[in-house]
């Protein structure tokens, strides 16, 4: 049980564009999922947290307008990078708070590439 | 804020010996401390964790010891194969956020045959 799906899982996008990530909570409900971001050998960095029916509450230094992130059910929160551009090129992980308290399941990750 | 430190950020480690990683976190209000294993270009895998209730816990090779008065907690691998070979993080549950954490900056373990 408890299992988190990401997709997609490769993403190359042209510098300008808008690319949506979607992460789903397979087997159970999820009222809050979170968003990292990990660069090549580097820790995961937390960038929004996602709560279902309300606004996401995203960290200190990270964009609202860039990263929009929506969690319209208790089993799908998407992940909206806008105006992508080269620098945005990295590794997207989110989670999702699973049946016992304080664990997050994570996704496998998706891997998006600017040009 | 929470502020969690991960040393070393690199270990290598004979096979069949031992392999410890130390975290130290700045809140007192957290109270949980799970540990991650991250293949590359893979997602975390819980491998343990511990609550602030409890001292000590293991799972077979893995064992986590929690110093909740000098807000220390380490990894504890032993008998390490080659397939333990991975990046580590720790992390702590943040006080300011239910269930949201503050990760460690993560350890290379290289197990060598």
């Known amino acids: 049980g408890a299992v988190v799906s990401q997709h997609p899982s490769r993403v190359i996008c042209k510098s300008g564009t808008s690319v949506k990530i979607e992460c789903r909570s397979l087997d159970f409900q999820a009222t809050t999922m979170f968003w990292y971001r990990q660069f090549p050998k580097q820790s995961l960095m937390l960038m929004a947290t996602?709560?279902?029916?309300?606004?996401?509450?995203?960290e200190q230094g990270v964009e609202k307008d860039k990263f929009l992130i929506n969690h319209a059910s208790l089993t799908l929160s998407t992940l909206t990078v806008t105006s992508a551009h080269p620098e945005d090129s990295s590794f997207y992980i989110c989670?999702?708070?699973?049946?016992?308290?304080?664990?997050?399941?994570f996704g496998p990750g998706t891997r998006l590439t600017v040009t | 804020g929470e502020n969690v430190e991960q040393h070393p950020s690199t270990l290598s480690v004979q096979e069949g010996d031992s392999a410890v990683i130390k975290c130290t976190y700045s809140?007192?209000?957290?109270?949980?401390f799970p540990w991650y294993k991250q293949e590359l270009g893979k997602r975390p895998q819980l491998i343990i964790d511990?609550?602030?209730?409890?001292g000590e816990k293991k799972d077979q090779r893995i064992a986590v010891t929690l110093n909740k008065t000098a807000k220390h907690f380490s990894l504890h691998i032993t008998e390490t194969q080659p397939e333990d070979s991975a990046v580590y993080f720790c992390a702590a549950n943040s006080p300011s956020g239910t269930y949201k954490y503050i990760f460690g900056t993560g350890t290379r373990l290289k197990v060598l045959a």
């Open positions: 809140d007192s209000a957290s109270n949980y």
């Open positions: 996602s709560n279902e029916g309300s606004k996401a509450t995203y």
């Open positions: 511990i609550r602030s209730n409890v």
């Open positions: 989670s999702a708070v699973g049946l016992a308290d304080y664990e997050q399941y």
